[in-house]
């Protein structure tokens, strides 16, 4: 039993150290890069609309679990009924939407983490 409680102190552990490590202009490179993310090509890290929604404010918008569950895989997070999805199809006035061209890059856990602080700096100024 002892040894169950260690493996899952020590999986927690790589977990933080992951998070820790994560580094917010890594996740920008990869969002801005066109053989990366390309994900400028839809989204703009203010509150404007372009194909995608403005992505300022994204994580007070959203969970950080919700965030990344939609970059990992967005047309299946889009067909859930989780509330933050609900939320975010009346917030844009949509209920079916197709992304294919979302995420040309393979997603590895190290990217996700860059581009969840990467989100973390699109702060608008409170108005």
Not at 31 to 49: A, E, I, S, W, Y
Not at 94 to 123: G, H, S, V
């Amino acid at each position: 039993m002892k040894k169950y409680a260690v493996l899952i102190s020590f999986g927690f552990l790589l977990f933080s150290i992951d998070q820790a490590l994560a580094d917010a202009a890594r996740g920008e490179k990869f969002f801005n890069d066109v053989q990366g993310g390309n994900c400028r090509t839809c989204h703009l890290v203010d509150d404007t609309k372009l194909i995608g929604p403005g992505l300022g404010n994204l994580m007070v918008r959203h969970s950080e679990e919700w965030v990344r569950q939609f970059i990992t895989d967005p047309q299946k997070t889009w067909e859930t009924d989780h509330p933050e999805t609900i939320e975010l199809k009346k917030r844009v006035r949509a209920t079916n939407r197709q992304f294919a061209r979302c995420k040309k890059a393979p997603m590895t856990a190290e990217i996700e983490n860059d581009l969840i602080e990467y989100f973390k700096t699109l702060k608008l100024d409170a108005q």
